[in-house]
């Protein structure tokens, strides 16, 4: 089986945002609703997906499929404005393909964030959580195939996933700029469906907190490439049978947008403090 994402091209894609953008010690991928956090960034240079050889193309409302790379808080910091989802049709070798060019570009720290549903019925719309561990519930993996030996080992190790000592500094972040921030159990569905009301119960049952349709398969190869990571999800809605109503994604980016005060503000406190 012949892997859809090598070497080459993924040096052929670092090499064009390299030469366009320059490295990157940090690299952020922003979710549904909250790539206006690209703002930030100080002398930026953005690249569109469509100009990098071999990258996919955001298909979603809410992701625009782009690669903005800058300074923040002193620090390079490369951010995707839109990423890709299994769910679009791609191989999770090509929805992770660009966590694989930031580790090609340097990259040491990704921050991954996403829009999800609450699954915990204790969250509300508009909070922030730390995501503490992962489950995958798509049955597939982006590391299915050849190993990339140059970017990790065959058998990587998940134990600590998220990095215990990027989630005590966010704590702190969020302690010091007056933001909430849960901790939980973030689950991957593979979508595009919203989940059942069934599905919901039988998540809470096996500890999820909250619940979405991306992430994973970008922590299990930022892993493989021995990245710290930062997981941070948007409580955008309550997940399926919470509230007695139907689950749409003009309140998943509405909620983005009201949500991203906080995400910016703790966002910042972190990439500072890294």
Not at 9 to 23: H, K, L, Y
Not at 89 to 114: C, E, F, H, K, W
Not at 203 to 227: K, N
Request: charged share 20%.
């Amino acid at each position: 089986m012949e892997h859809s994402v090598n070497q080459k091209r993924i040096e052929a894609a670092a090499q064009t945002i390299r030469e366009a953008c320059g490295n990157a010690e940090v690299g952020v991928i922003l979710g549904s609703g909250l790539g206006d956090y690209v703002q930030a960034l100080e002398s930026a240079t953005v690249l569109p997906y469509a100009d990098i050889p071999g990258f996919p193309v955001s298909t979603v409302i809410g992701h625009a499929g782009e690669w903005h790379a800058g300074t923040l808080h002193g620090k390079r910091v490369a951010m995707m404005r839109g990423r890709f989802h299994y769910y679009e049709g791609y191989s999770l070798q090509d929805v992770t393909l660009p966590v694989r060019v930031m580790q090609a570009l340097g990259a040491g720290t990704l921050i991954i964030t996403n829009a999800a549903g609450g699954v915990n019925t204790g969250f509300a719309p508009g909070d922030l959580m730390a995501i503490a561990d992962c489950i995958n519930m798509t049955g597939v993996s982006p590391l299915f195939g050849p190993n990339l030996d140059a970017f990790g080992p065959r058998f990587p190790d998940m134990t600590r996933a998220f990095d215990p000592e990027l989630r005590a500094l966010a704590r702190g972040c969020a302690a010091d700029a007056g933001v909430t921030l849960h901790e939980g159990v973030y689950a991957q569905m593979s979508g595009p469906s919203y989940e059942t009301p069934a599905e919901i119960r039988m998540l809470r049952t096996l500890g999820a907190d909250a619940v979405g349709m991306s992430t994973v398969p970008e922590v299990v190869v930022a892993r493989h490439g021995g990245l710290r990571v930062l997981g941070i999800s948007c409580i955008t809605n309550m997940a399926a049978g919470i509230l007695d109503q139907p689950l749409n994604h003009d309140e998943v980016m509405e909620t983005g947008e009201r949500a991203k005060g906080a995400f910016r503000a703790l966002l910042d406190a972190v990439i500072t403090r890294i």
